[in-house]
C-alpha cells in the first residue's frame, strides 16, 4: 500500500525524491521510449542538474522555462530545479511564439533550455537558449562527479508555474509553492489508492498538471511511471500492455482512443484496474466500453482547476455509485457552494463552487488584480480558498455535481440553461462519438458540433427527443474529426472559428 498522507504541509518536491530513493532506491521509478530508471538514477540525475543550474547562478525563486518533450529528462531537471531553489516553467513544445511572447514577458525567466525543435523560436522570446542536448552531456558529466549542491528551499517557496492554455487570453501562470504541490500529491495518493506496485501509463505533457503531478504522485507512492507523451497513437494499447500498466489516466479524447485501439487489438489487455478521468465528463458508453475492455477496471470521475489541483475525487470503489456526482473533497480540504454575495448555499442549492484548504494555490504569476478576483480568505476558517467560477452542488452527503462553467451558462427564450446539458443528450444519441455545444453569441445562435457519422438532420431530430424546444440548438455541425487543445480537450476556440468561417 502507498504510505499515508504524513506531514505534507512541511516538505518540498525534492524532498519527495529524496524520500523515495532512501527507502526504495532500486525500485523502478521513471520509464520513456528510450529507457528506464531507478529512484536513485533519478536522484542522481536530479542532483546533476541542480548542480548544473548552480554553476549558472540560477537559486531561489529564478524562474526556469524548458521548452522540451516529456522524458525523464525533463523529470530529473524537475526534481533538480526544485533542489536547487528555481522555480520549473514547463512549456508544451507545441506552443506558438505569440504566446511564447506572452509567456516570456510574464515569467521573466532567467535560464531558457530548448530543443533543436523549440531552440529558435522560444529563443525569439526569451533571448539566449541552451541546447538540451548540450545540457545534458554536462549534466551527464556532473553525475559521474557524484556532484551535490545544498540549498535553502522552503516549502512556501515557488516550486513551478503551470501556464494555462491561452486559448481565450493571454496565458496565466499559476503559482504553485512546494507546500500545496506536496499536500495536493499526497492528498490524491490517498483518496486514489495508488500502490508501490502500479504501474502509472501517462499520457499528458508536465506542462500540463494532469501530467506534472503524476510524476510527484508515484514518486510518494514508491511506484513506476511511463511516460508515454511521444509513443504513436497506434501503439498506444500496444504500449499499455508492454509496460504492464495498471493506472492510466485519460480526458474523454484518449479515452475514446483507447476504446478505438481496443477493439482492433488481438492480443491481452493491459492489466489495468483504474481509470482516472478529468477534462470533461466521460459519456456512458466510453465508460462501459473501457470496462468491457479493461475487465474489473473502475473509471474514476475527478473535478479540480490547477489553481488547487484537485478539488474532488470519487472514491474508486464507488465508480459505480451516484451517477453524475464528481466526488468528495481531497483529504483536508474543504468545498463550499456560495450565492453572488458569497453566502453559503445548502445541500442542493446551485451556486458557485469554491475550494477551501491547503491545496489552494497563492495566485497568478504577477496578475495581482486576477489575483484578487480569484483567490480569497475564508472568514470562517481563514484559509485560502478559491472561487473557482464554476457552478455545482452538494448533496447532503458532500458529494459535488458539477453544473457547469460561467462561461456554459447562459439564458435563452427565457430559459437558464448549460451547454453540458446539450452536449451530454447528444452524447446519448446512438453513433454521436464526441459533443460540443457553443452557447449564443453576437454572431450565431446556439450551435452543437458533434463527431458522429450521422447527419445533421438526424443529430437535431435526436436532440429534439431529448430536450425542450428552447434548448435545441439552431445550427448543428457534424465532424469527422473534433478539434482539439494541447491537453486533448475540445477546442471550443477552433470550432468557434469553424463557425464565423462558415458564415453562420
Not at 72 to 79: I, K, S, V
Not at 201 to 219: E, I, N
Not at 269 to 289: C, E, H, K, S, W
Not at 365 to 393: C, K, M, V
Request: net charge negative; proline share 8%; aromatic share 6%.
Amino acid at each position: 500500500m502507498a504510505p499515508g498522507p504524513g506531514p505534507s504541509q512541511k516538505e518540498t518536491v525534492h524532498g519527495l525524491l529524496d524520500a523515495a530513493a532512501a527507502a526504495a532506491p532500486d525500485a523502478p521509478a521513471i520509464r520513456d521510449g528510450a529507457g528506464a530508471w531507478t529512484y536513485r538514477q533519478l536522484d542522481e540525475y536530479g542532483q546533476a542538474f541542480a548542480a548544473w543550474l548552480h554553476g549558472r547562478g540560477i537559486g531561489v525563486g529564478d524562474p526556469v522555462v524548458l521548452q522540451l518533450p516529456t522524458s525523464r529528462e525533463l523529470a530529473a531537471m524537475f526534481y533538480g530545479a526544485s533542489r536547487a531553489g528555481a522555480v520549473f516553467v514547463p512549456l508544451n513544445p507545441t506552443m506558438k511564439p505569440y504566446h511564447l511572447r506572452q509567456v516570456s514577458e510574464n515569467a521573466g525567466p532567467k535560464l531558457a533550455i530548448g530543443d533543436s525543435a523549440t531552440a529558435a523560436a522560444l529563443g525569439e522570446a526569451v533571448g539566449a537558449v541552451h541546447l538540451l542536448a548540450d545540457v545534458w552531456s554536462e549534466v551527464e558529466e556532473l553525475r559521474a562527479q557524484g556532484a551535490r549542491i545544498t540549498s535553502e528551499v522552503r516549502p512556501d517557496d515557488v516550486a513551478t508555474l503551470i501556464y494555462t492554455s491561452g486559448s481565450t487570453a493571454a496565458p496565466k501562470g499559476v503559482v504553485c509553492p512546494h507546500a500545496q504541490v506536496a499536500f495536493a500529491s499526497r492528498g490524491l495518493v490517498e483518496a486514489l489508492g495508488y500502490r508501490s506496485d502500479d504501474i502509472v501509463f501517462c499520457r499528458f505533457p508536465m506542462s500540463w498538471d494532469y501530467g506534472l503531478y503524476k510524476v510527484v504522485m508515484t514518486c510518494i507512492a514508491r511506484c513506476e511511471i511511463v511516460l508515454a507523451d511521444q509513443d504513436s497513437d497506434l501503439t498506444l494499447v500496444r504500449r499499455m500492455r508492454e509496460t504492464g500498466a495498471t493506472v492510466v489516466p485519460i480526458v474523454p479524447s484518449f479515452a475514446s482512443m483507447i476504446v478505438t485501439l481496443a477493439k482492433r487489438d488481438t492480443g491481452p489487455q493491459a492489466p489495468v484496474r483504474m481509470f482516472t478521468n478529468t477534462g470533461a465528463a466521460l459519456p456512458p458508453a466510453t465508460i462501459d466500453a473501457l470496462r468491457e475492455h479493461f475487465p474489473g477496471a473502475r473509471v474514476v470521475r475527478q473535478y479540480g482547476q490547477t489553481e488547487a489541483k484537485r478539488i474532488t475525487v470519487m472514491p474508486p470503489e464507488e465508480d459505480r455509485m451516484r451517477p453524475g456526482a464528481v466526488g468528495l473533497p481531497l483529504p483536508g480540504t474543504r468545498v463550499l457552494i456560495v450565492d453572488a454575495d458569497g453566502n453559503e448555499l445548502p445541500a442542493g442549492e446551485v451556486g458557485e463552487i469554491v475550494a477551501v484548504g491547503p491545496h489552494v494555490m497563492p495566485g497568478y504569476w504577477n496578475s495581482p488584480e486576477i489575483t484578487a478576483n480569484t483567490f480569497r480568505t475564508d472568514p470562517a476558517s481563514g484559509q485560502r480558498s478559491l472561487h473557482t467560477g464554476d457552478y455545482g452542488h452538494l448533496d447532503a452527503d458532500g458529494y459535488l455535481y458539477f453544473e457547469g462553467r460561467r462561461d456554459d451558462m447562459f439564458k435563452r427564450k427565457g430559459l437558464r440553461m448549460s451547454t453540458l446539458e446539450i452536449e451530454g443528450a447528444a452524447m446519448d444519441i446512438p453513433g454521436v462519438r464526441a459533443a460540443a455545444a457553443l452557447a449564443p453569441g453576437e454572431k450565431h445562435d446556439l450551435a452543437l458540433f458533434v463527431e458522429a457519422d450521422l447527419t445533421p438532420a438526424e443529430v437535431l431530430k435526436g436532440v429534439a427527443q431529448r430536450l425542450e424546444p428552447a434548448k435545441v440548438p439552431a445550427i448543428v455541425r457534424v465532424l469527422s474529426e473534433f478539434p482539439l487543445t494541447q491537453h486533448g480537450k475540445n477546442s471550443r476556440k477552433e470550432l468557434a472559428l469553424l463557425l464565423e468561417g462558415s458564415g453562420k
